[in-house]
């Protein structure tokens, strides 16, 4: 794909092209048609709001289903209407109709959604979606506006999704800043795994930033070198990589009580150490970045080849070995379906069993009919975002929240979450059909939402019902020079062992050492509880600002980068303030960080996720849920919008 100039805001988003096809043409990729977001975003692109019938608008309790729970029938309907509306626009030459007013778009929103409340959410989403291409969440600002010939220098650390992010508000604010980054590379996550079968859970027109939405992905879920290559070519379209300094690790981050400043200290390429100095620090070191392996007796002692799958061993040939996988979480249900044909035999070590959502088009490219009404149809790939932002983040949230009237019994949280666990339970029988002595094992017993919930085309199943695959559910009681000994004392010997067994993901900001003002120690002060307001401050750590930090993560599989933009507004508001006040830093009021986390951890409580005992990586060592967002995605945007100066201390020199 090649990243063309525009007239938008995204680098990759050419103008729309006129429409030349014929209706036959039409015709054919209206077949391709995801419909929920059709009638509406032709309703925007030609102002003819008629599209709008009462008759073929989704139903909200269906809305998650395909193509919303629209019937064939309506589904043809919609597609007629579509076609008519899509060739009068086309005979008008392709003339998008000025901008709706606001009321308009709410009416073209809700029906989209099929008729929630959307008001609250319309500045949200005009920002979210940039239908014309605006890049709404740029900081309105400069230094050189708001405090001419002050220098407040920044270090940003990590060069991943939201680094770059950070990185490219920065710049657009004038402030001096320097990314630093272990690897040799952006990306983060996308480069370090490339583990065969890796590939986003959330659809890409959403997992991509507003302001650099793609029209063209080639697949409705990208595989990791697809992303990689995104998020590469935002750092040079954005002019980030002159301000990287990659091979260079953090190692310390220390305040200082009378400089008020941050010392950096970093290990470089050649392995010396540097020190730098900067006015606040942006930690983008991710939640899923060092590896965990499981504390397993025995585990060095191993003979054989053995590596985790976020450090994939590209130069083993596993075909024709005997290899053992360890975990059943998210990367392992994505590499093990492609490894196990080529693979002699395979062990597949389960702990707990992941639900499963079942997702047809989950390896499959975007059809070429699909792919002209992006191009062609105005913002239909922004609604196609918005339908995708709101069946998989808000509008699916009451599915995973406890209702505590809920008369049940056994586990279950509540009438709607039972329902979904019925639906995936016949989706689990339906799939391991040919081997029904499996489906004990594989159908969790834990409700869905209390783990990470992932996405499945069948190739699960057809993983674990073949011949060379065995899934094993007894403990692991050690590992041997041999392989791996389970509980009932039986010896299971391996070639290879693969590490499916996620990441540190409780340990924030490890294992850099980060010291505040007092010399108070991050990680003496957390003790393996990590805790920030909004994710992004702690009190004591002035001008330390924390992306995708303690309680930003999300599980009814919206994006991330929904929440690494929201961070980094909300951050560069802080440096807004600090610059405005003439002050050197602000840090955040105890009373405050202390009050949100209650309700944090009041709200997860009532969540799936807090609810359930099931072991998970949402859980740190003292059983707190320290990931895990459980508000609306609303309230985090509304949080976020700018920091109220009631909330901070400014510090200023003596
Ligand atoms: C396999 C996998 C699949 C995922 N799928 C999804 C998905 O479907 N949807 C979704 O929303 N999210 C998903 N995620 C979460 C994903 O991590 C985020 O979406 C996003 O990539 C996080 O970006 P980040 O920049 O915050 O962190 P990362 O991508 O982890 O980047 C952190 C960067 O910081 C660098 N770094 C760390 N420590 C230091 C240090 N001390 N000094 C210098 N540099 C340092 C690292 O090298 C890395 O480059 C997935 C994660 C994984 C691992």
């Given at each position: 794909m090649a990243v063309t100039a525009s007239a938008t805001s995204s680098p990759f988003v050419a103008a729309i092209e006129p429409i030349t096809a014929t209706d036959d043409e039409i015709r054919r990729s209206l077949e391709d048609a995801e419909i929920p977001p059709l009638l509406?975003?032709?309703?925007?692109?030609?102002?003819?709001?008629?599209?709008?019938?009462?008759?073929?608008?989704?139903?909200?309790?269906?809305?998650?289903?395909?193509?919303?729970?629209?019937?064939?029938?309506?589904?043809?309907?919609?597609?007629?209407?579509?076609?008519?509306?899509?060739?009068?626009?086309?005979?008008?030459?392709?003339?998008?109709?000025?901008?709706?007013?606001?009321?308009?778009?709410?009416?073209?929103?809700?029906?989209?959604?099929?008729?929630?409340?959307?008001?609250?959410?319309?500045?949200?989403?005009?920002?979210?979606?940039?239908?014309?291409?605006?890049?709404?969440?740029?900081?309105?600002?400069?230094?050189?506006?708001?405090?001419?010939?002050?220098?407040?220098?920044?270090?940003?650390?990590?060069?991943?999704?939201?680094?770059?992010?950070?990185?490219?508000?920065?710049?657009?604010?004038?402030?001096?800043?320097v990314v630093l980054e272990k690897n040799g590379d952006v990306g983060g996550t996308w480069l370090e795994n490339s583990y065969p079968g890796c590939r986003v859970d959330n659809p890409n027109h959403n997992y991509s930033y507003a302001f650099a939405q793609r029209h063209d992905w080639p697949l409705h879920f990208s595989t990791s070198d697809v992303l990689l290559d995104y998020f590469r070519q935002c750092a040079d379209v954005f002019g980030l990589r002159e301000h990287i300094r990659f091979g260079t690790e953090v190692q310390s981050a220390e305040w200082s009580d009378s400089d008020l400043r941050w010392t950096v200290r970093v290990r470089t390429p050649a392995g010396d150490e540097e020190v730098l100095h900067a006015d606040a620090v942006i930690s983008a070191v991710g939640q899923l970045n060092r590896p965990n392996f499981p504390d397993i007796e025995g585990r060095d002692s191993f003979a054989g080849e053995s590596f985790h799958s976020a450090r994939w061993r590209h130069d083993l040939d596993l075909r024709g070995k005997r290899v053992a996988v360890i975990g059943t979480g998210a990367s392992a249900v994505q590499f093990i379906p492609e490894i196990a044909p080529e693979v002699g035999e395979l062990l597949v070590f389960q702990r707990t069993p992941p639900w499963l959502g079942p997702t047809p088009e989950y390896h499959d490219e975007v059809s070429s009919g699909l792919q002209w009404l992006y191009a062609h149809v105005p913002s239909y790939s922004e609604f196609n975002r918005f339908c995708i932002f709101w069946k998989m983040g808000d509008g699916a949230l009451h599915s995973v929240r406890v209702d505590p009237d809920h008369a049940g019994g056994g586990d279950g949280i509540s009438e709607v979450n039972e329902f979904v666990r019925a639906m995936l339970t016949g989706y689990l029988s339906v799939s391991f059909a040919p081997r029904p002595e499996l489906l004990p094992h594989v159908v969790p017993d834990y409700p869905p939402g209390a783990k990470r919930m992932l996405r499945d085309n069948g190739v699960w199943a057809g993983a674990l019902t073949r011949e060379n695959v065995r899934l094993v559910t007894d403990g692991i009681r050690e590992i041997t020079p041999a392989g791996i000994v389970t509980e009932d004392g039986v010896e299971h010997e391996v070639d290879v062992i693969v590490y499916g067994t996620g990441f540190h993901a409780s340990k924030f900001l490890t294992p850099m050492r980060v010291t505040g003002r007092g010399g108070l120690d991050l990680h003496e002060h957390w003790d393996g509880d990590a805790r920030a307001y909004l994710g992004v401050t702690v009190p004591g750590f002035p001008n330390l600002f924390c992306l995708y930090g303690p309680n930003t993560n999300i599980v009814v599989n919206g994006s991330i980068i929904y929440f690494s933009e929201c961070g980094v507004r909300y951050i560069l508001g802080c440096i807004e303030h600090v610059l405005r006040s003439g002050a050197a830093a602000l840090d955040v009021r105890p009373e405050v960080h202390d009050e949100f986390n209650e309700r944090v951890d009041a709200e997860n409580r009532l969540m799936a996720w807090g609810w359930s005992e099931v072991n998970s990586w949402y859980k740190n060592e003292h059983g707190r849920v320290a990931q895990n967002w459980p508000f609306t995605l609303l309230e985090y945007w509304q949080r976020t919008l700018r920091p109220d100066p009631a909330d901070f201390e400014l510090l200023r020199l003596a």
């Open positions: 509406p975003a032709l309703a925007y692109a030609t102002g003819d709001l008629s599209l709008l019938r009462d008759d073929l608008r989704p139903d909200p309790l269906s809305f998650s289903m395909a193509q919303g729970g629209l019937s064939e029938v309506q589904q043809e309907r919609a597609r007629a209407l579509a076609f008519e509306a899509i060739v009068r626009f086309r005979d008008g030459g392709s003339q998008p109709a000025p901008a709706p007013s606001d009321e308009d778009l709410l009416r073209i929103m809700e029906y989209a959604v099929g008729g929630a409340a959307m008001a609250e959410y319309l500045p949200l989403l005009e920002e979210e979606l940039a239908y014309r291409g605006e890049d709404r969440r740029a900081p309105g600002w400069s230094v050189d506006e708001v405090a001419p010939g002050t220098t407040f220098e920044v270090v940003v650390i990590g060069a991943g999704m939201s680094g770059l992010l950070a990185a490219h508000r920065l710049q657009q604010a004038g402030v001096p800043f």
